[in-house]
C-alpha cells in the first residue's frame, strides 16, 4: 500500500534535476556562441567578395564601353570612370542614333545599384562612400585616389579569418 505523500507518487523534478538540466543547457550555449561569431563573420566575407566583384565587373564594363566607343573618353583621359556614383547613372551613348527622339534607345546603365562595405559601420553614408579608391595613375603597393576609379578596396582595418587584411582584398 502506497501512502499518500511518499516517493514513489509525487511528481515533477527535483531541485538537483533542473541544476543539472540548467549547466548542460548553458554549456552548450557558451560553446555555441563562438561558432555564430565565426558564421556571422564568413557570410559579411561572402558578402565583401560578392561587393567587390559586382564593382570591379562594373568598373570593367565601363572601360569596355569606352574602348568600344559606346561611351565618350574624353582626351588625356583614362578610360575608368570618374566616380563610383556614375555606374548607376543613365549614360547617353557616344555610337547610338536615336532616330525617334526620345532617349531611350541612346542610354546606357552599368550596375542598377552600387552595393556597400558590409564592414563598414555607419549605414547611414552613401555606398559609395564605403570603399578605398584607387585611380589608374596610382601605384599597386600605395593605392590612391585621383581623376578615375580604377580598382576599389574596403576600408576595413581589420584581419579576415584566413589572416589577410580585408583592404588587400
Known sequence: MIVAGSRADSRGFTLIELLITLAIVGLLAMTSLPLHEVTARRQKESELRESLRIIRGGLD??????????????????GYPPTLEIL???????????????????RIVILRRLPRDP????????????WNLRSYASRPDDPQPGDDVFDVSSKSTASALDGTSYASW
Open 88 to 106: 548607376t547613372e543613365s549614360l547617353l551613348r557616344a555610337d547610338a542614333a536615336d532616330p525617334n527622339g526620345t532617349g531611350a534607345a541612346s
Open 119 to 130: 564592414f563598414f559601420a555607419d549605414a547611414q553614408v552613401p555606398a559609395a562612400q564605403t
Open 61 to 78: 564594363a565601363y572601360k569596355a564601353a569606352v574602348d568600344s566607343g559606346a561611351l565618350k573618353k574624353e582626351a588625356g583621359q583614362s
